[in-house]
């Protein structure tokens, strides 16, 4: 069973940075995609960015721009750097790795809160 933990996430006044990170157990087998979501209460949960099996970065409009995510295809682990944050990127961010052949791993998220 994959495992995906978060970490960075906290409370940053607007126009502030933050780094997650995301680490994994799986192999090299287990991983073809990952991405970030994110999930405020009440709406669903919305793609960040993703990278693919073939190391192309896609980029929602969520943040483009602002975001950076980078994968280390070799240890399965992702971070996403997100500059000039916002209030309204307030949320909690979750990692995700799919391995292609349907299944999909979550990990338990991070809390993000821009406020001043």
């Known amino acids: 069973q994959v495992q995906l933990v978060e970490s960075g996430g906290g409370l940053v006044q607007p126009g502030g940075s933050l780094r997650l990170s995301c680490v994994s157990n799986a192999t090299i087998a287990d991983v073809a995609a990952m991405a970030w979501y994110r999930q405020v209460p009440g709406n669903k949960r919305e793609l960040v960015a993703r990278?693919?099996?073939?190391?192309?970065?896609y980029y929602s409009d969520l943040g483009k721009g602002r975001f950076t995510m980078s994968r280390d295809g070799i240890k399965n682990t992702s971070d996403l750097r997100m500059n000039d944050l916002k209030a309204e990127d307030t949320a909690v961010y979750y990692c995700?790795?799919?391995?292609?052949?349907?299944?999909?791993?979550w990990g338990q998220g991070t809390q993000v809160t821009v406020s001043s």
């Open positions: 990278i693919n099996e073939d190391g192309i970065t």
């Open positions: 995700s790795a799919s391995n292609g052949r349907g299944d999909v791993y």
